[in-house]
């Protein structure tokens, strides 16, 4: 099963039993910490991608936006492409249409993360895909999914809270 995994992610699962090799394990051989360069990392990204599952928000905790809006600014944000959308620790509001607001935030205790804004955008496609109960533009919607192209990136969908 795990021959189809690519090699980091093996490497990734094998580091949890002390070896980053993608060579079957021997006994006699000295585990070399050195090769453990660049397995941190992507256990890391491992962990991040297991600990969180993409989810829609209720109204009960989240202001809702509406889906006129989220859609207007996935289509904005996937017209940048590989263009650079950053967030900063606090949270950083990538697009924000009519009482529709989409923020993105890092993951993981990271102060910052970045993904291409066309990943960003797919995340808010996802919950139009999963969030709303209807299609129309004025129906309510608030979602949080992660990033694609940056699993320490979480993109929220809501609405902007009033006065």
């Given at each position: ?14 580091l ?63 017209s ?59 129906c ?24």
């Amino acid at each position: 099963m795990t021959r189809n995994l690519p090699c980091r992610m093996f490497q990734a699962l094998v580091l949890m039993i002390f070896t980053s090799s993608c060579q079957a394990i021997r006994p006699g051989i000295p585990w070399n910490p050195n090769e453990m360069e660049g397995a941190q990392e992507t256990l890391h990204q491992l962990e991040l991608q297991l600990t969180f599952q993409n989810k829609c928000l209720g109204p009960e905790k989240y202001p809702q936006g509406l889906v006129g809006g989220a859609l207007s600014c996935a289509n904005y944000l996937e017209s940048l492409q590989r263009q650079e959308c950053k967030v900063e620790k606090a949270g950083t509001v990538m697009c924000q249409e009519g009482i529709t607001a989409i923020t993105g935030y890092p993951r993981g205790g990271e102060s910052e993360a970045s993904a291409t804004c066309e990943d960003v955008g797919a995340a808010v496609d996802w919950v139009l895909d999963h969030c709303s109960a209807c299609s129309n533009i004025g129906c309510r919607i608030a979602g949080q999914a992660v990033v694609k192209g940056n699993q320490g990136m979480l993109v929220t969908v809501t609405g902007v809270p009033q006065d």
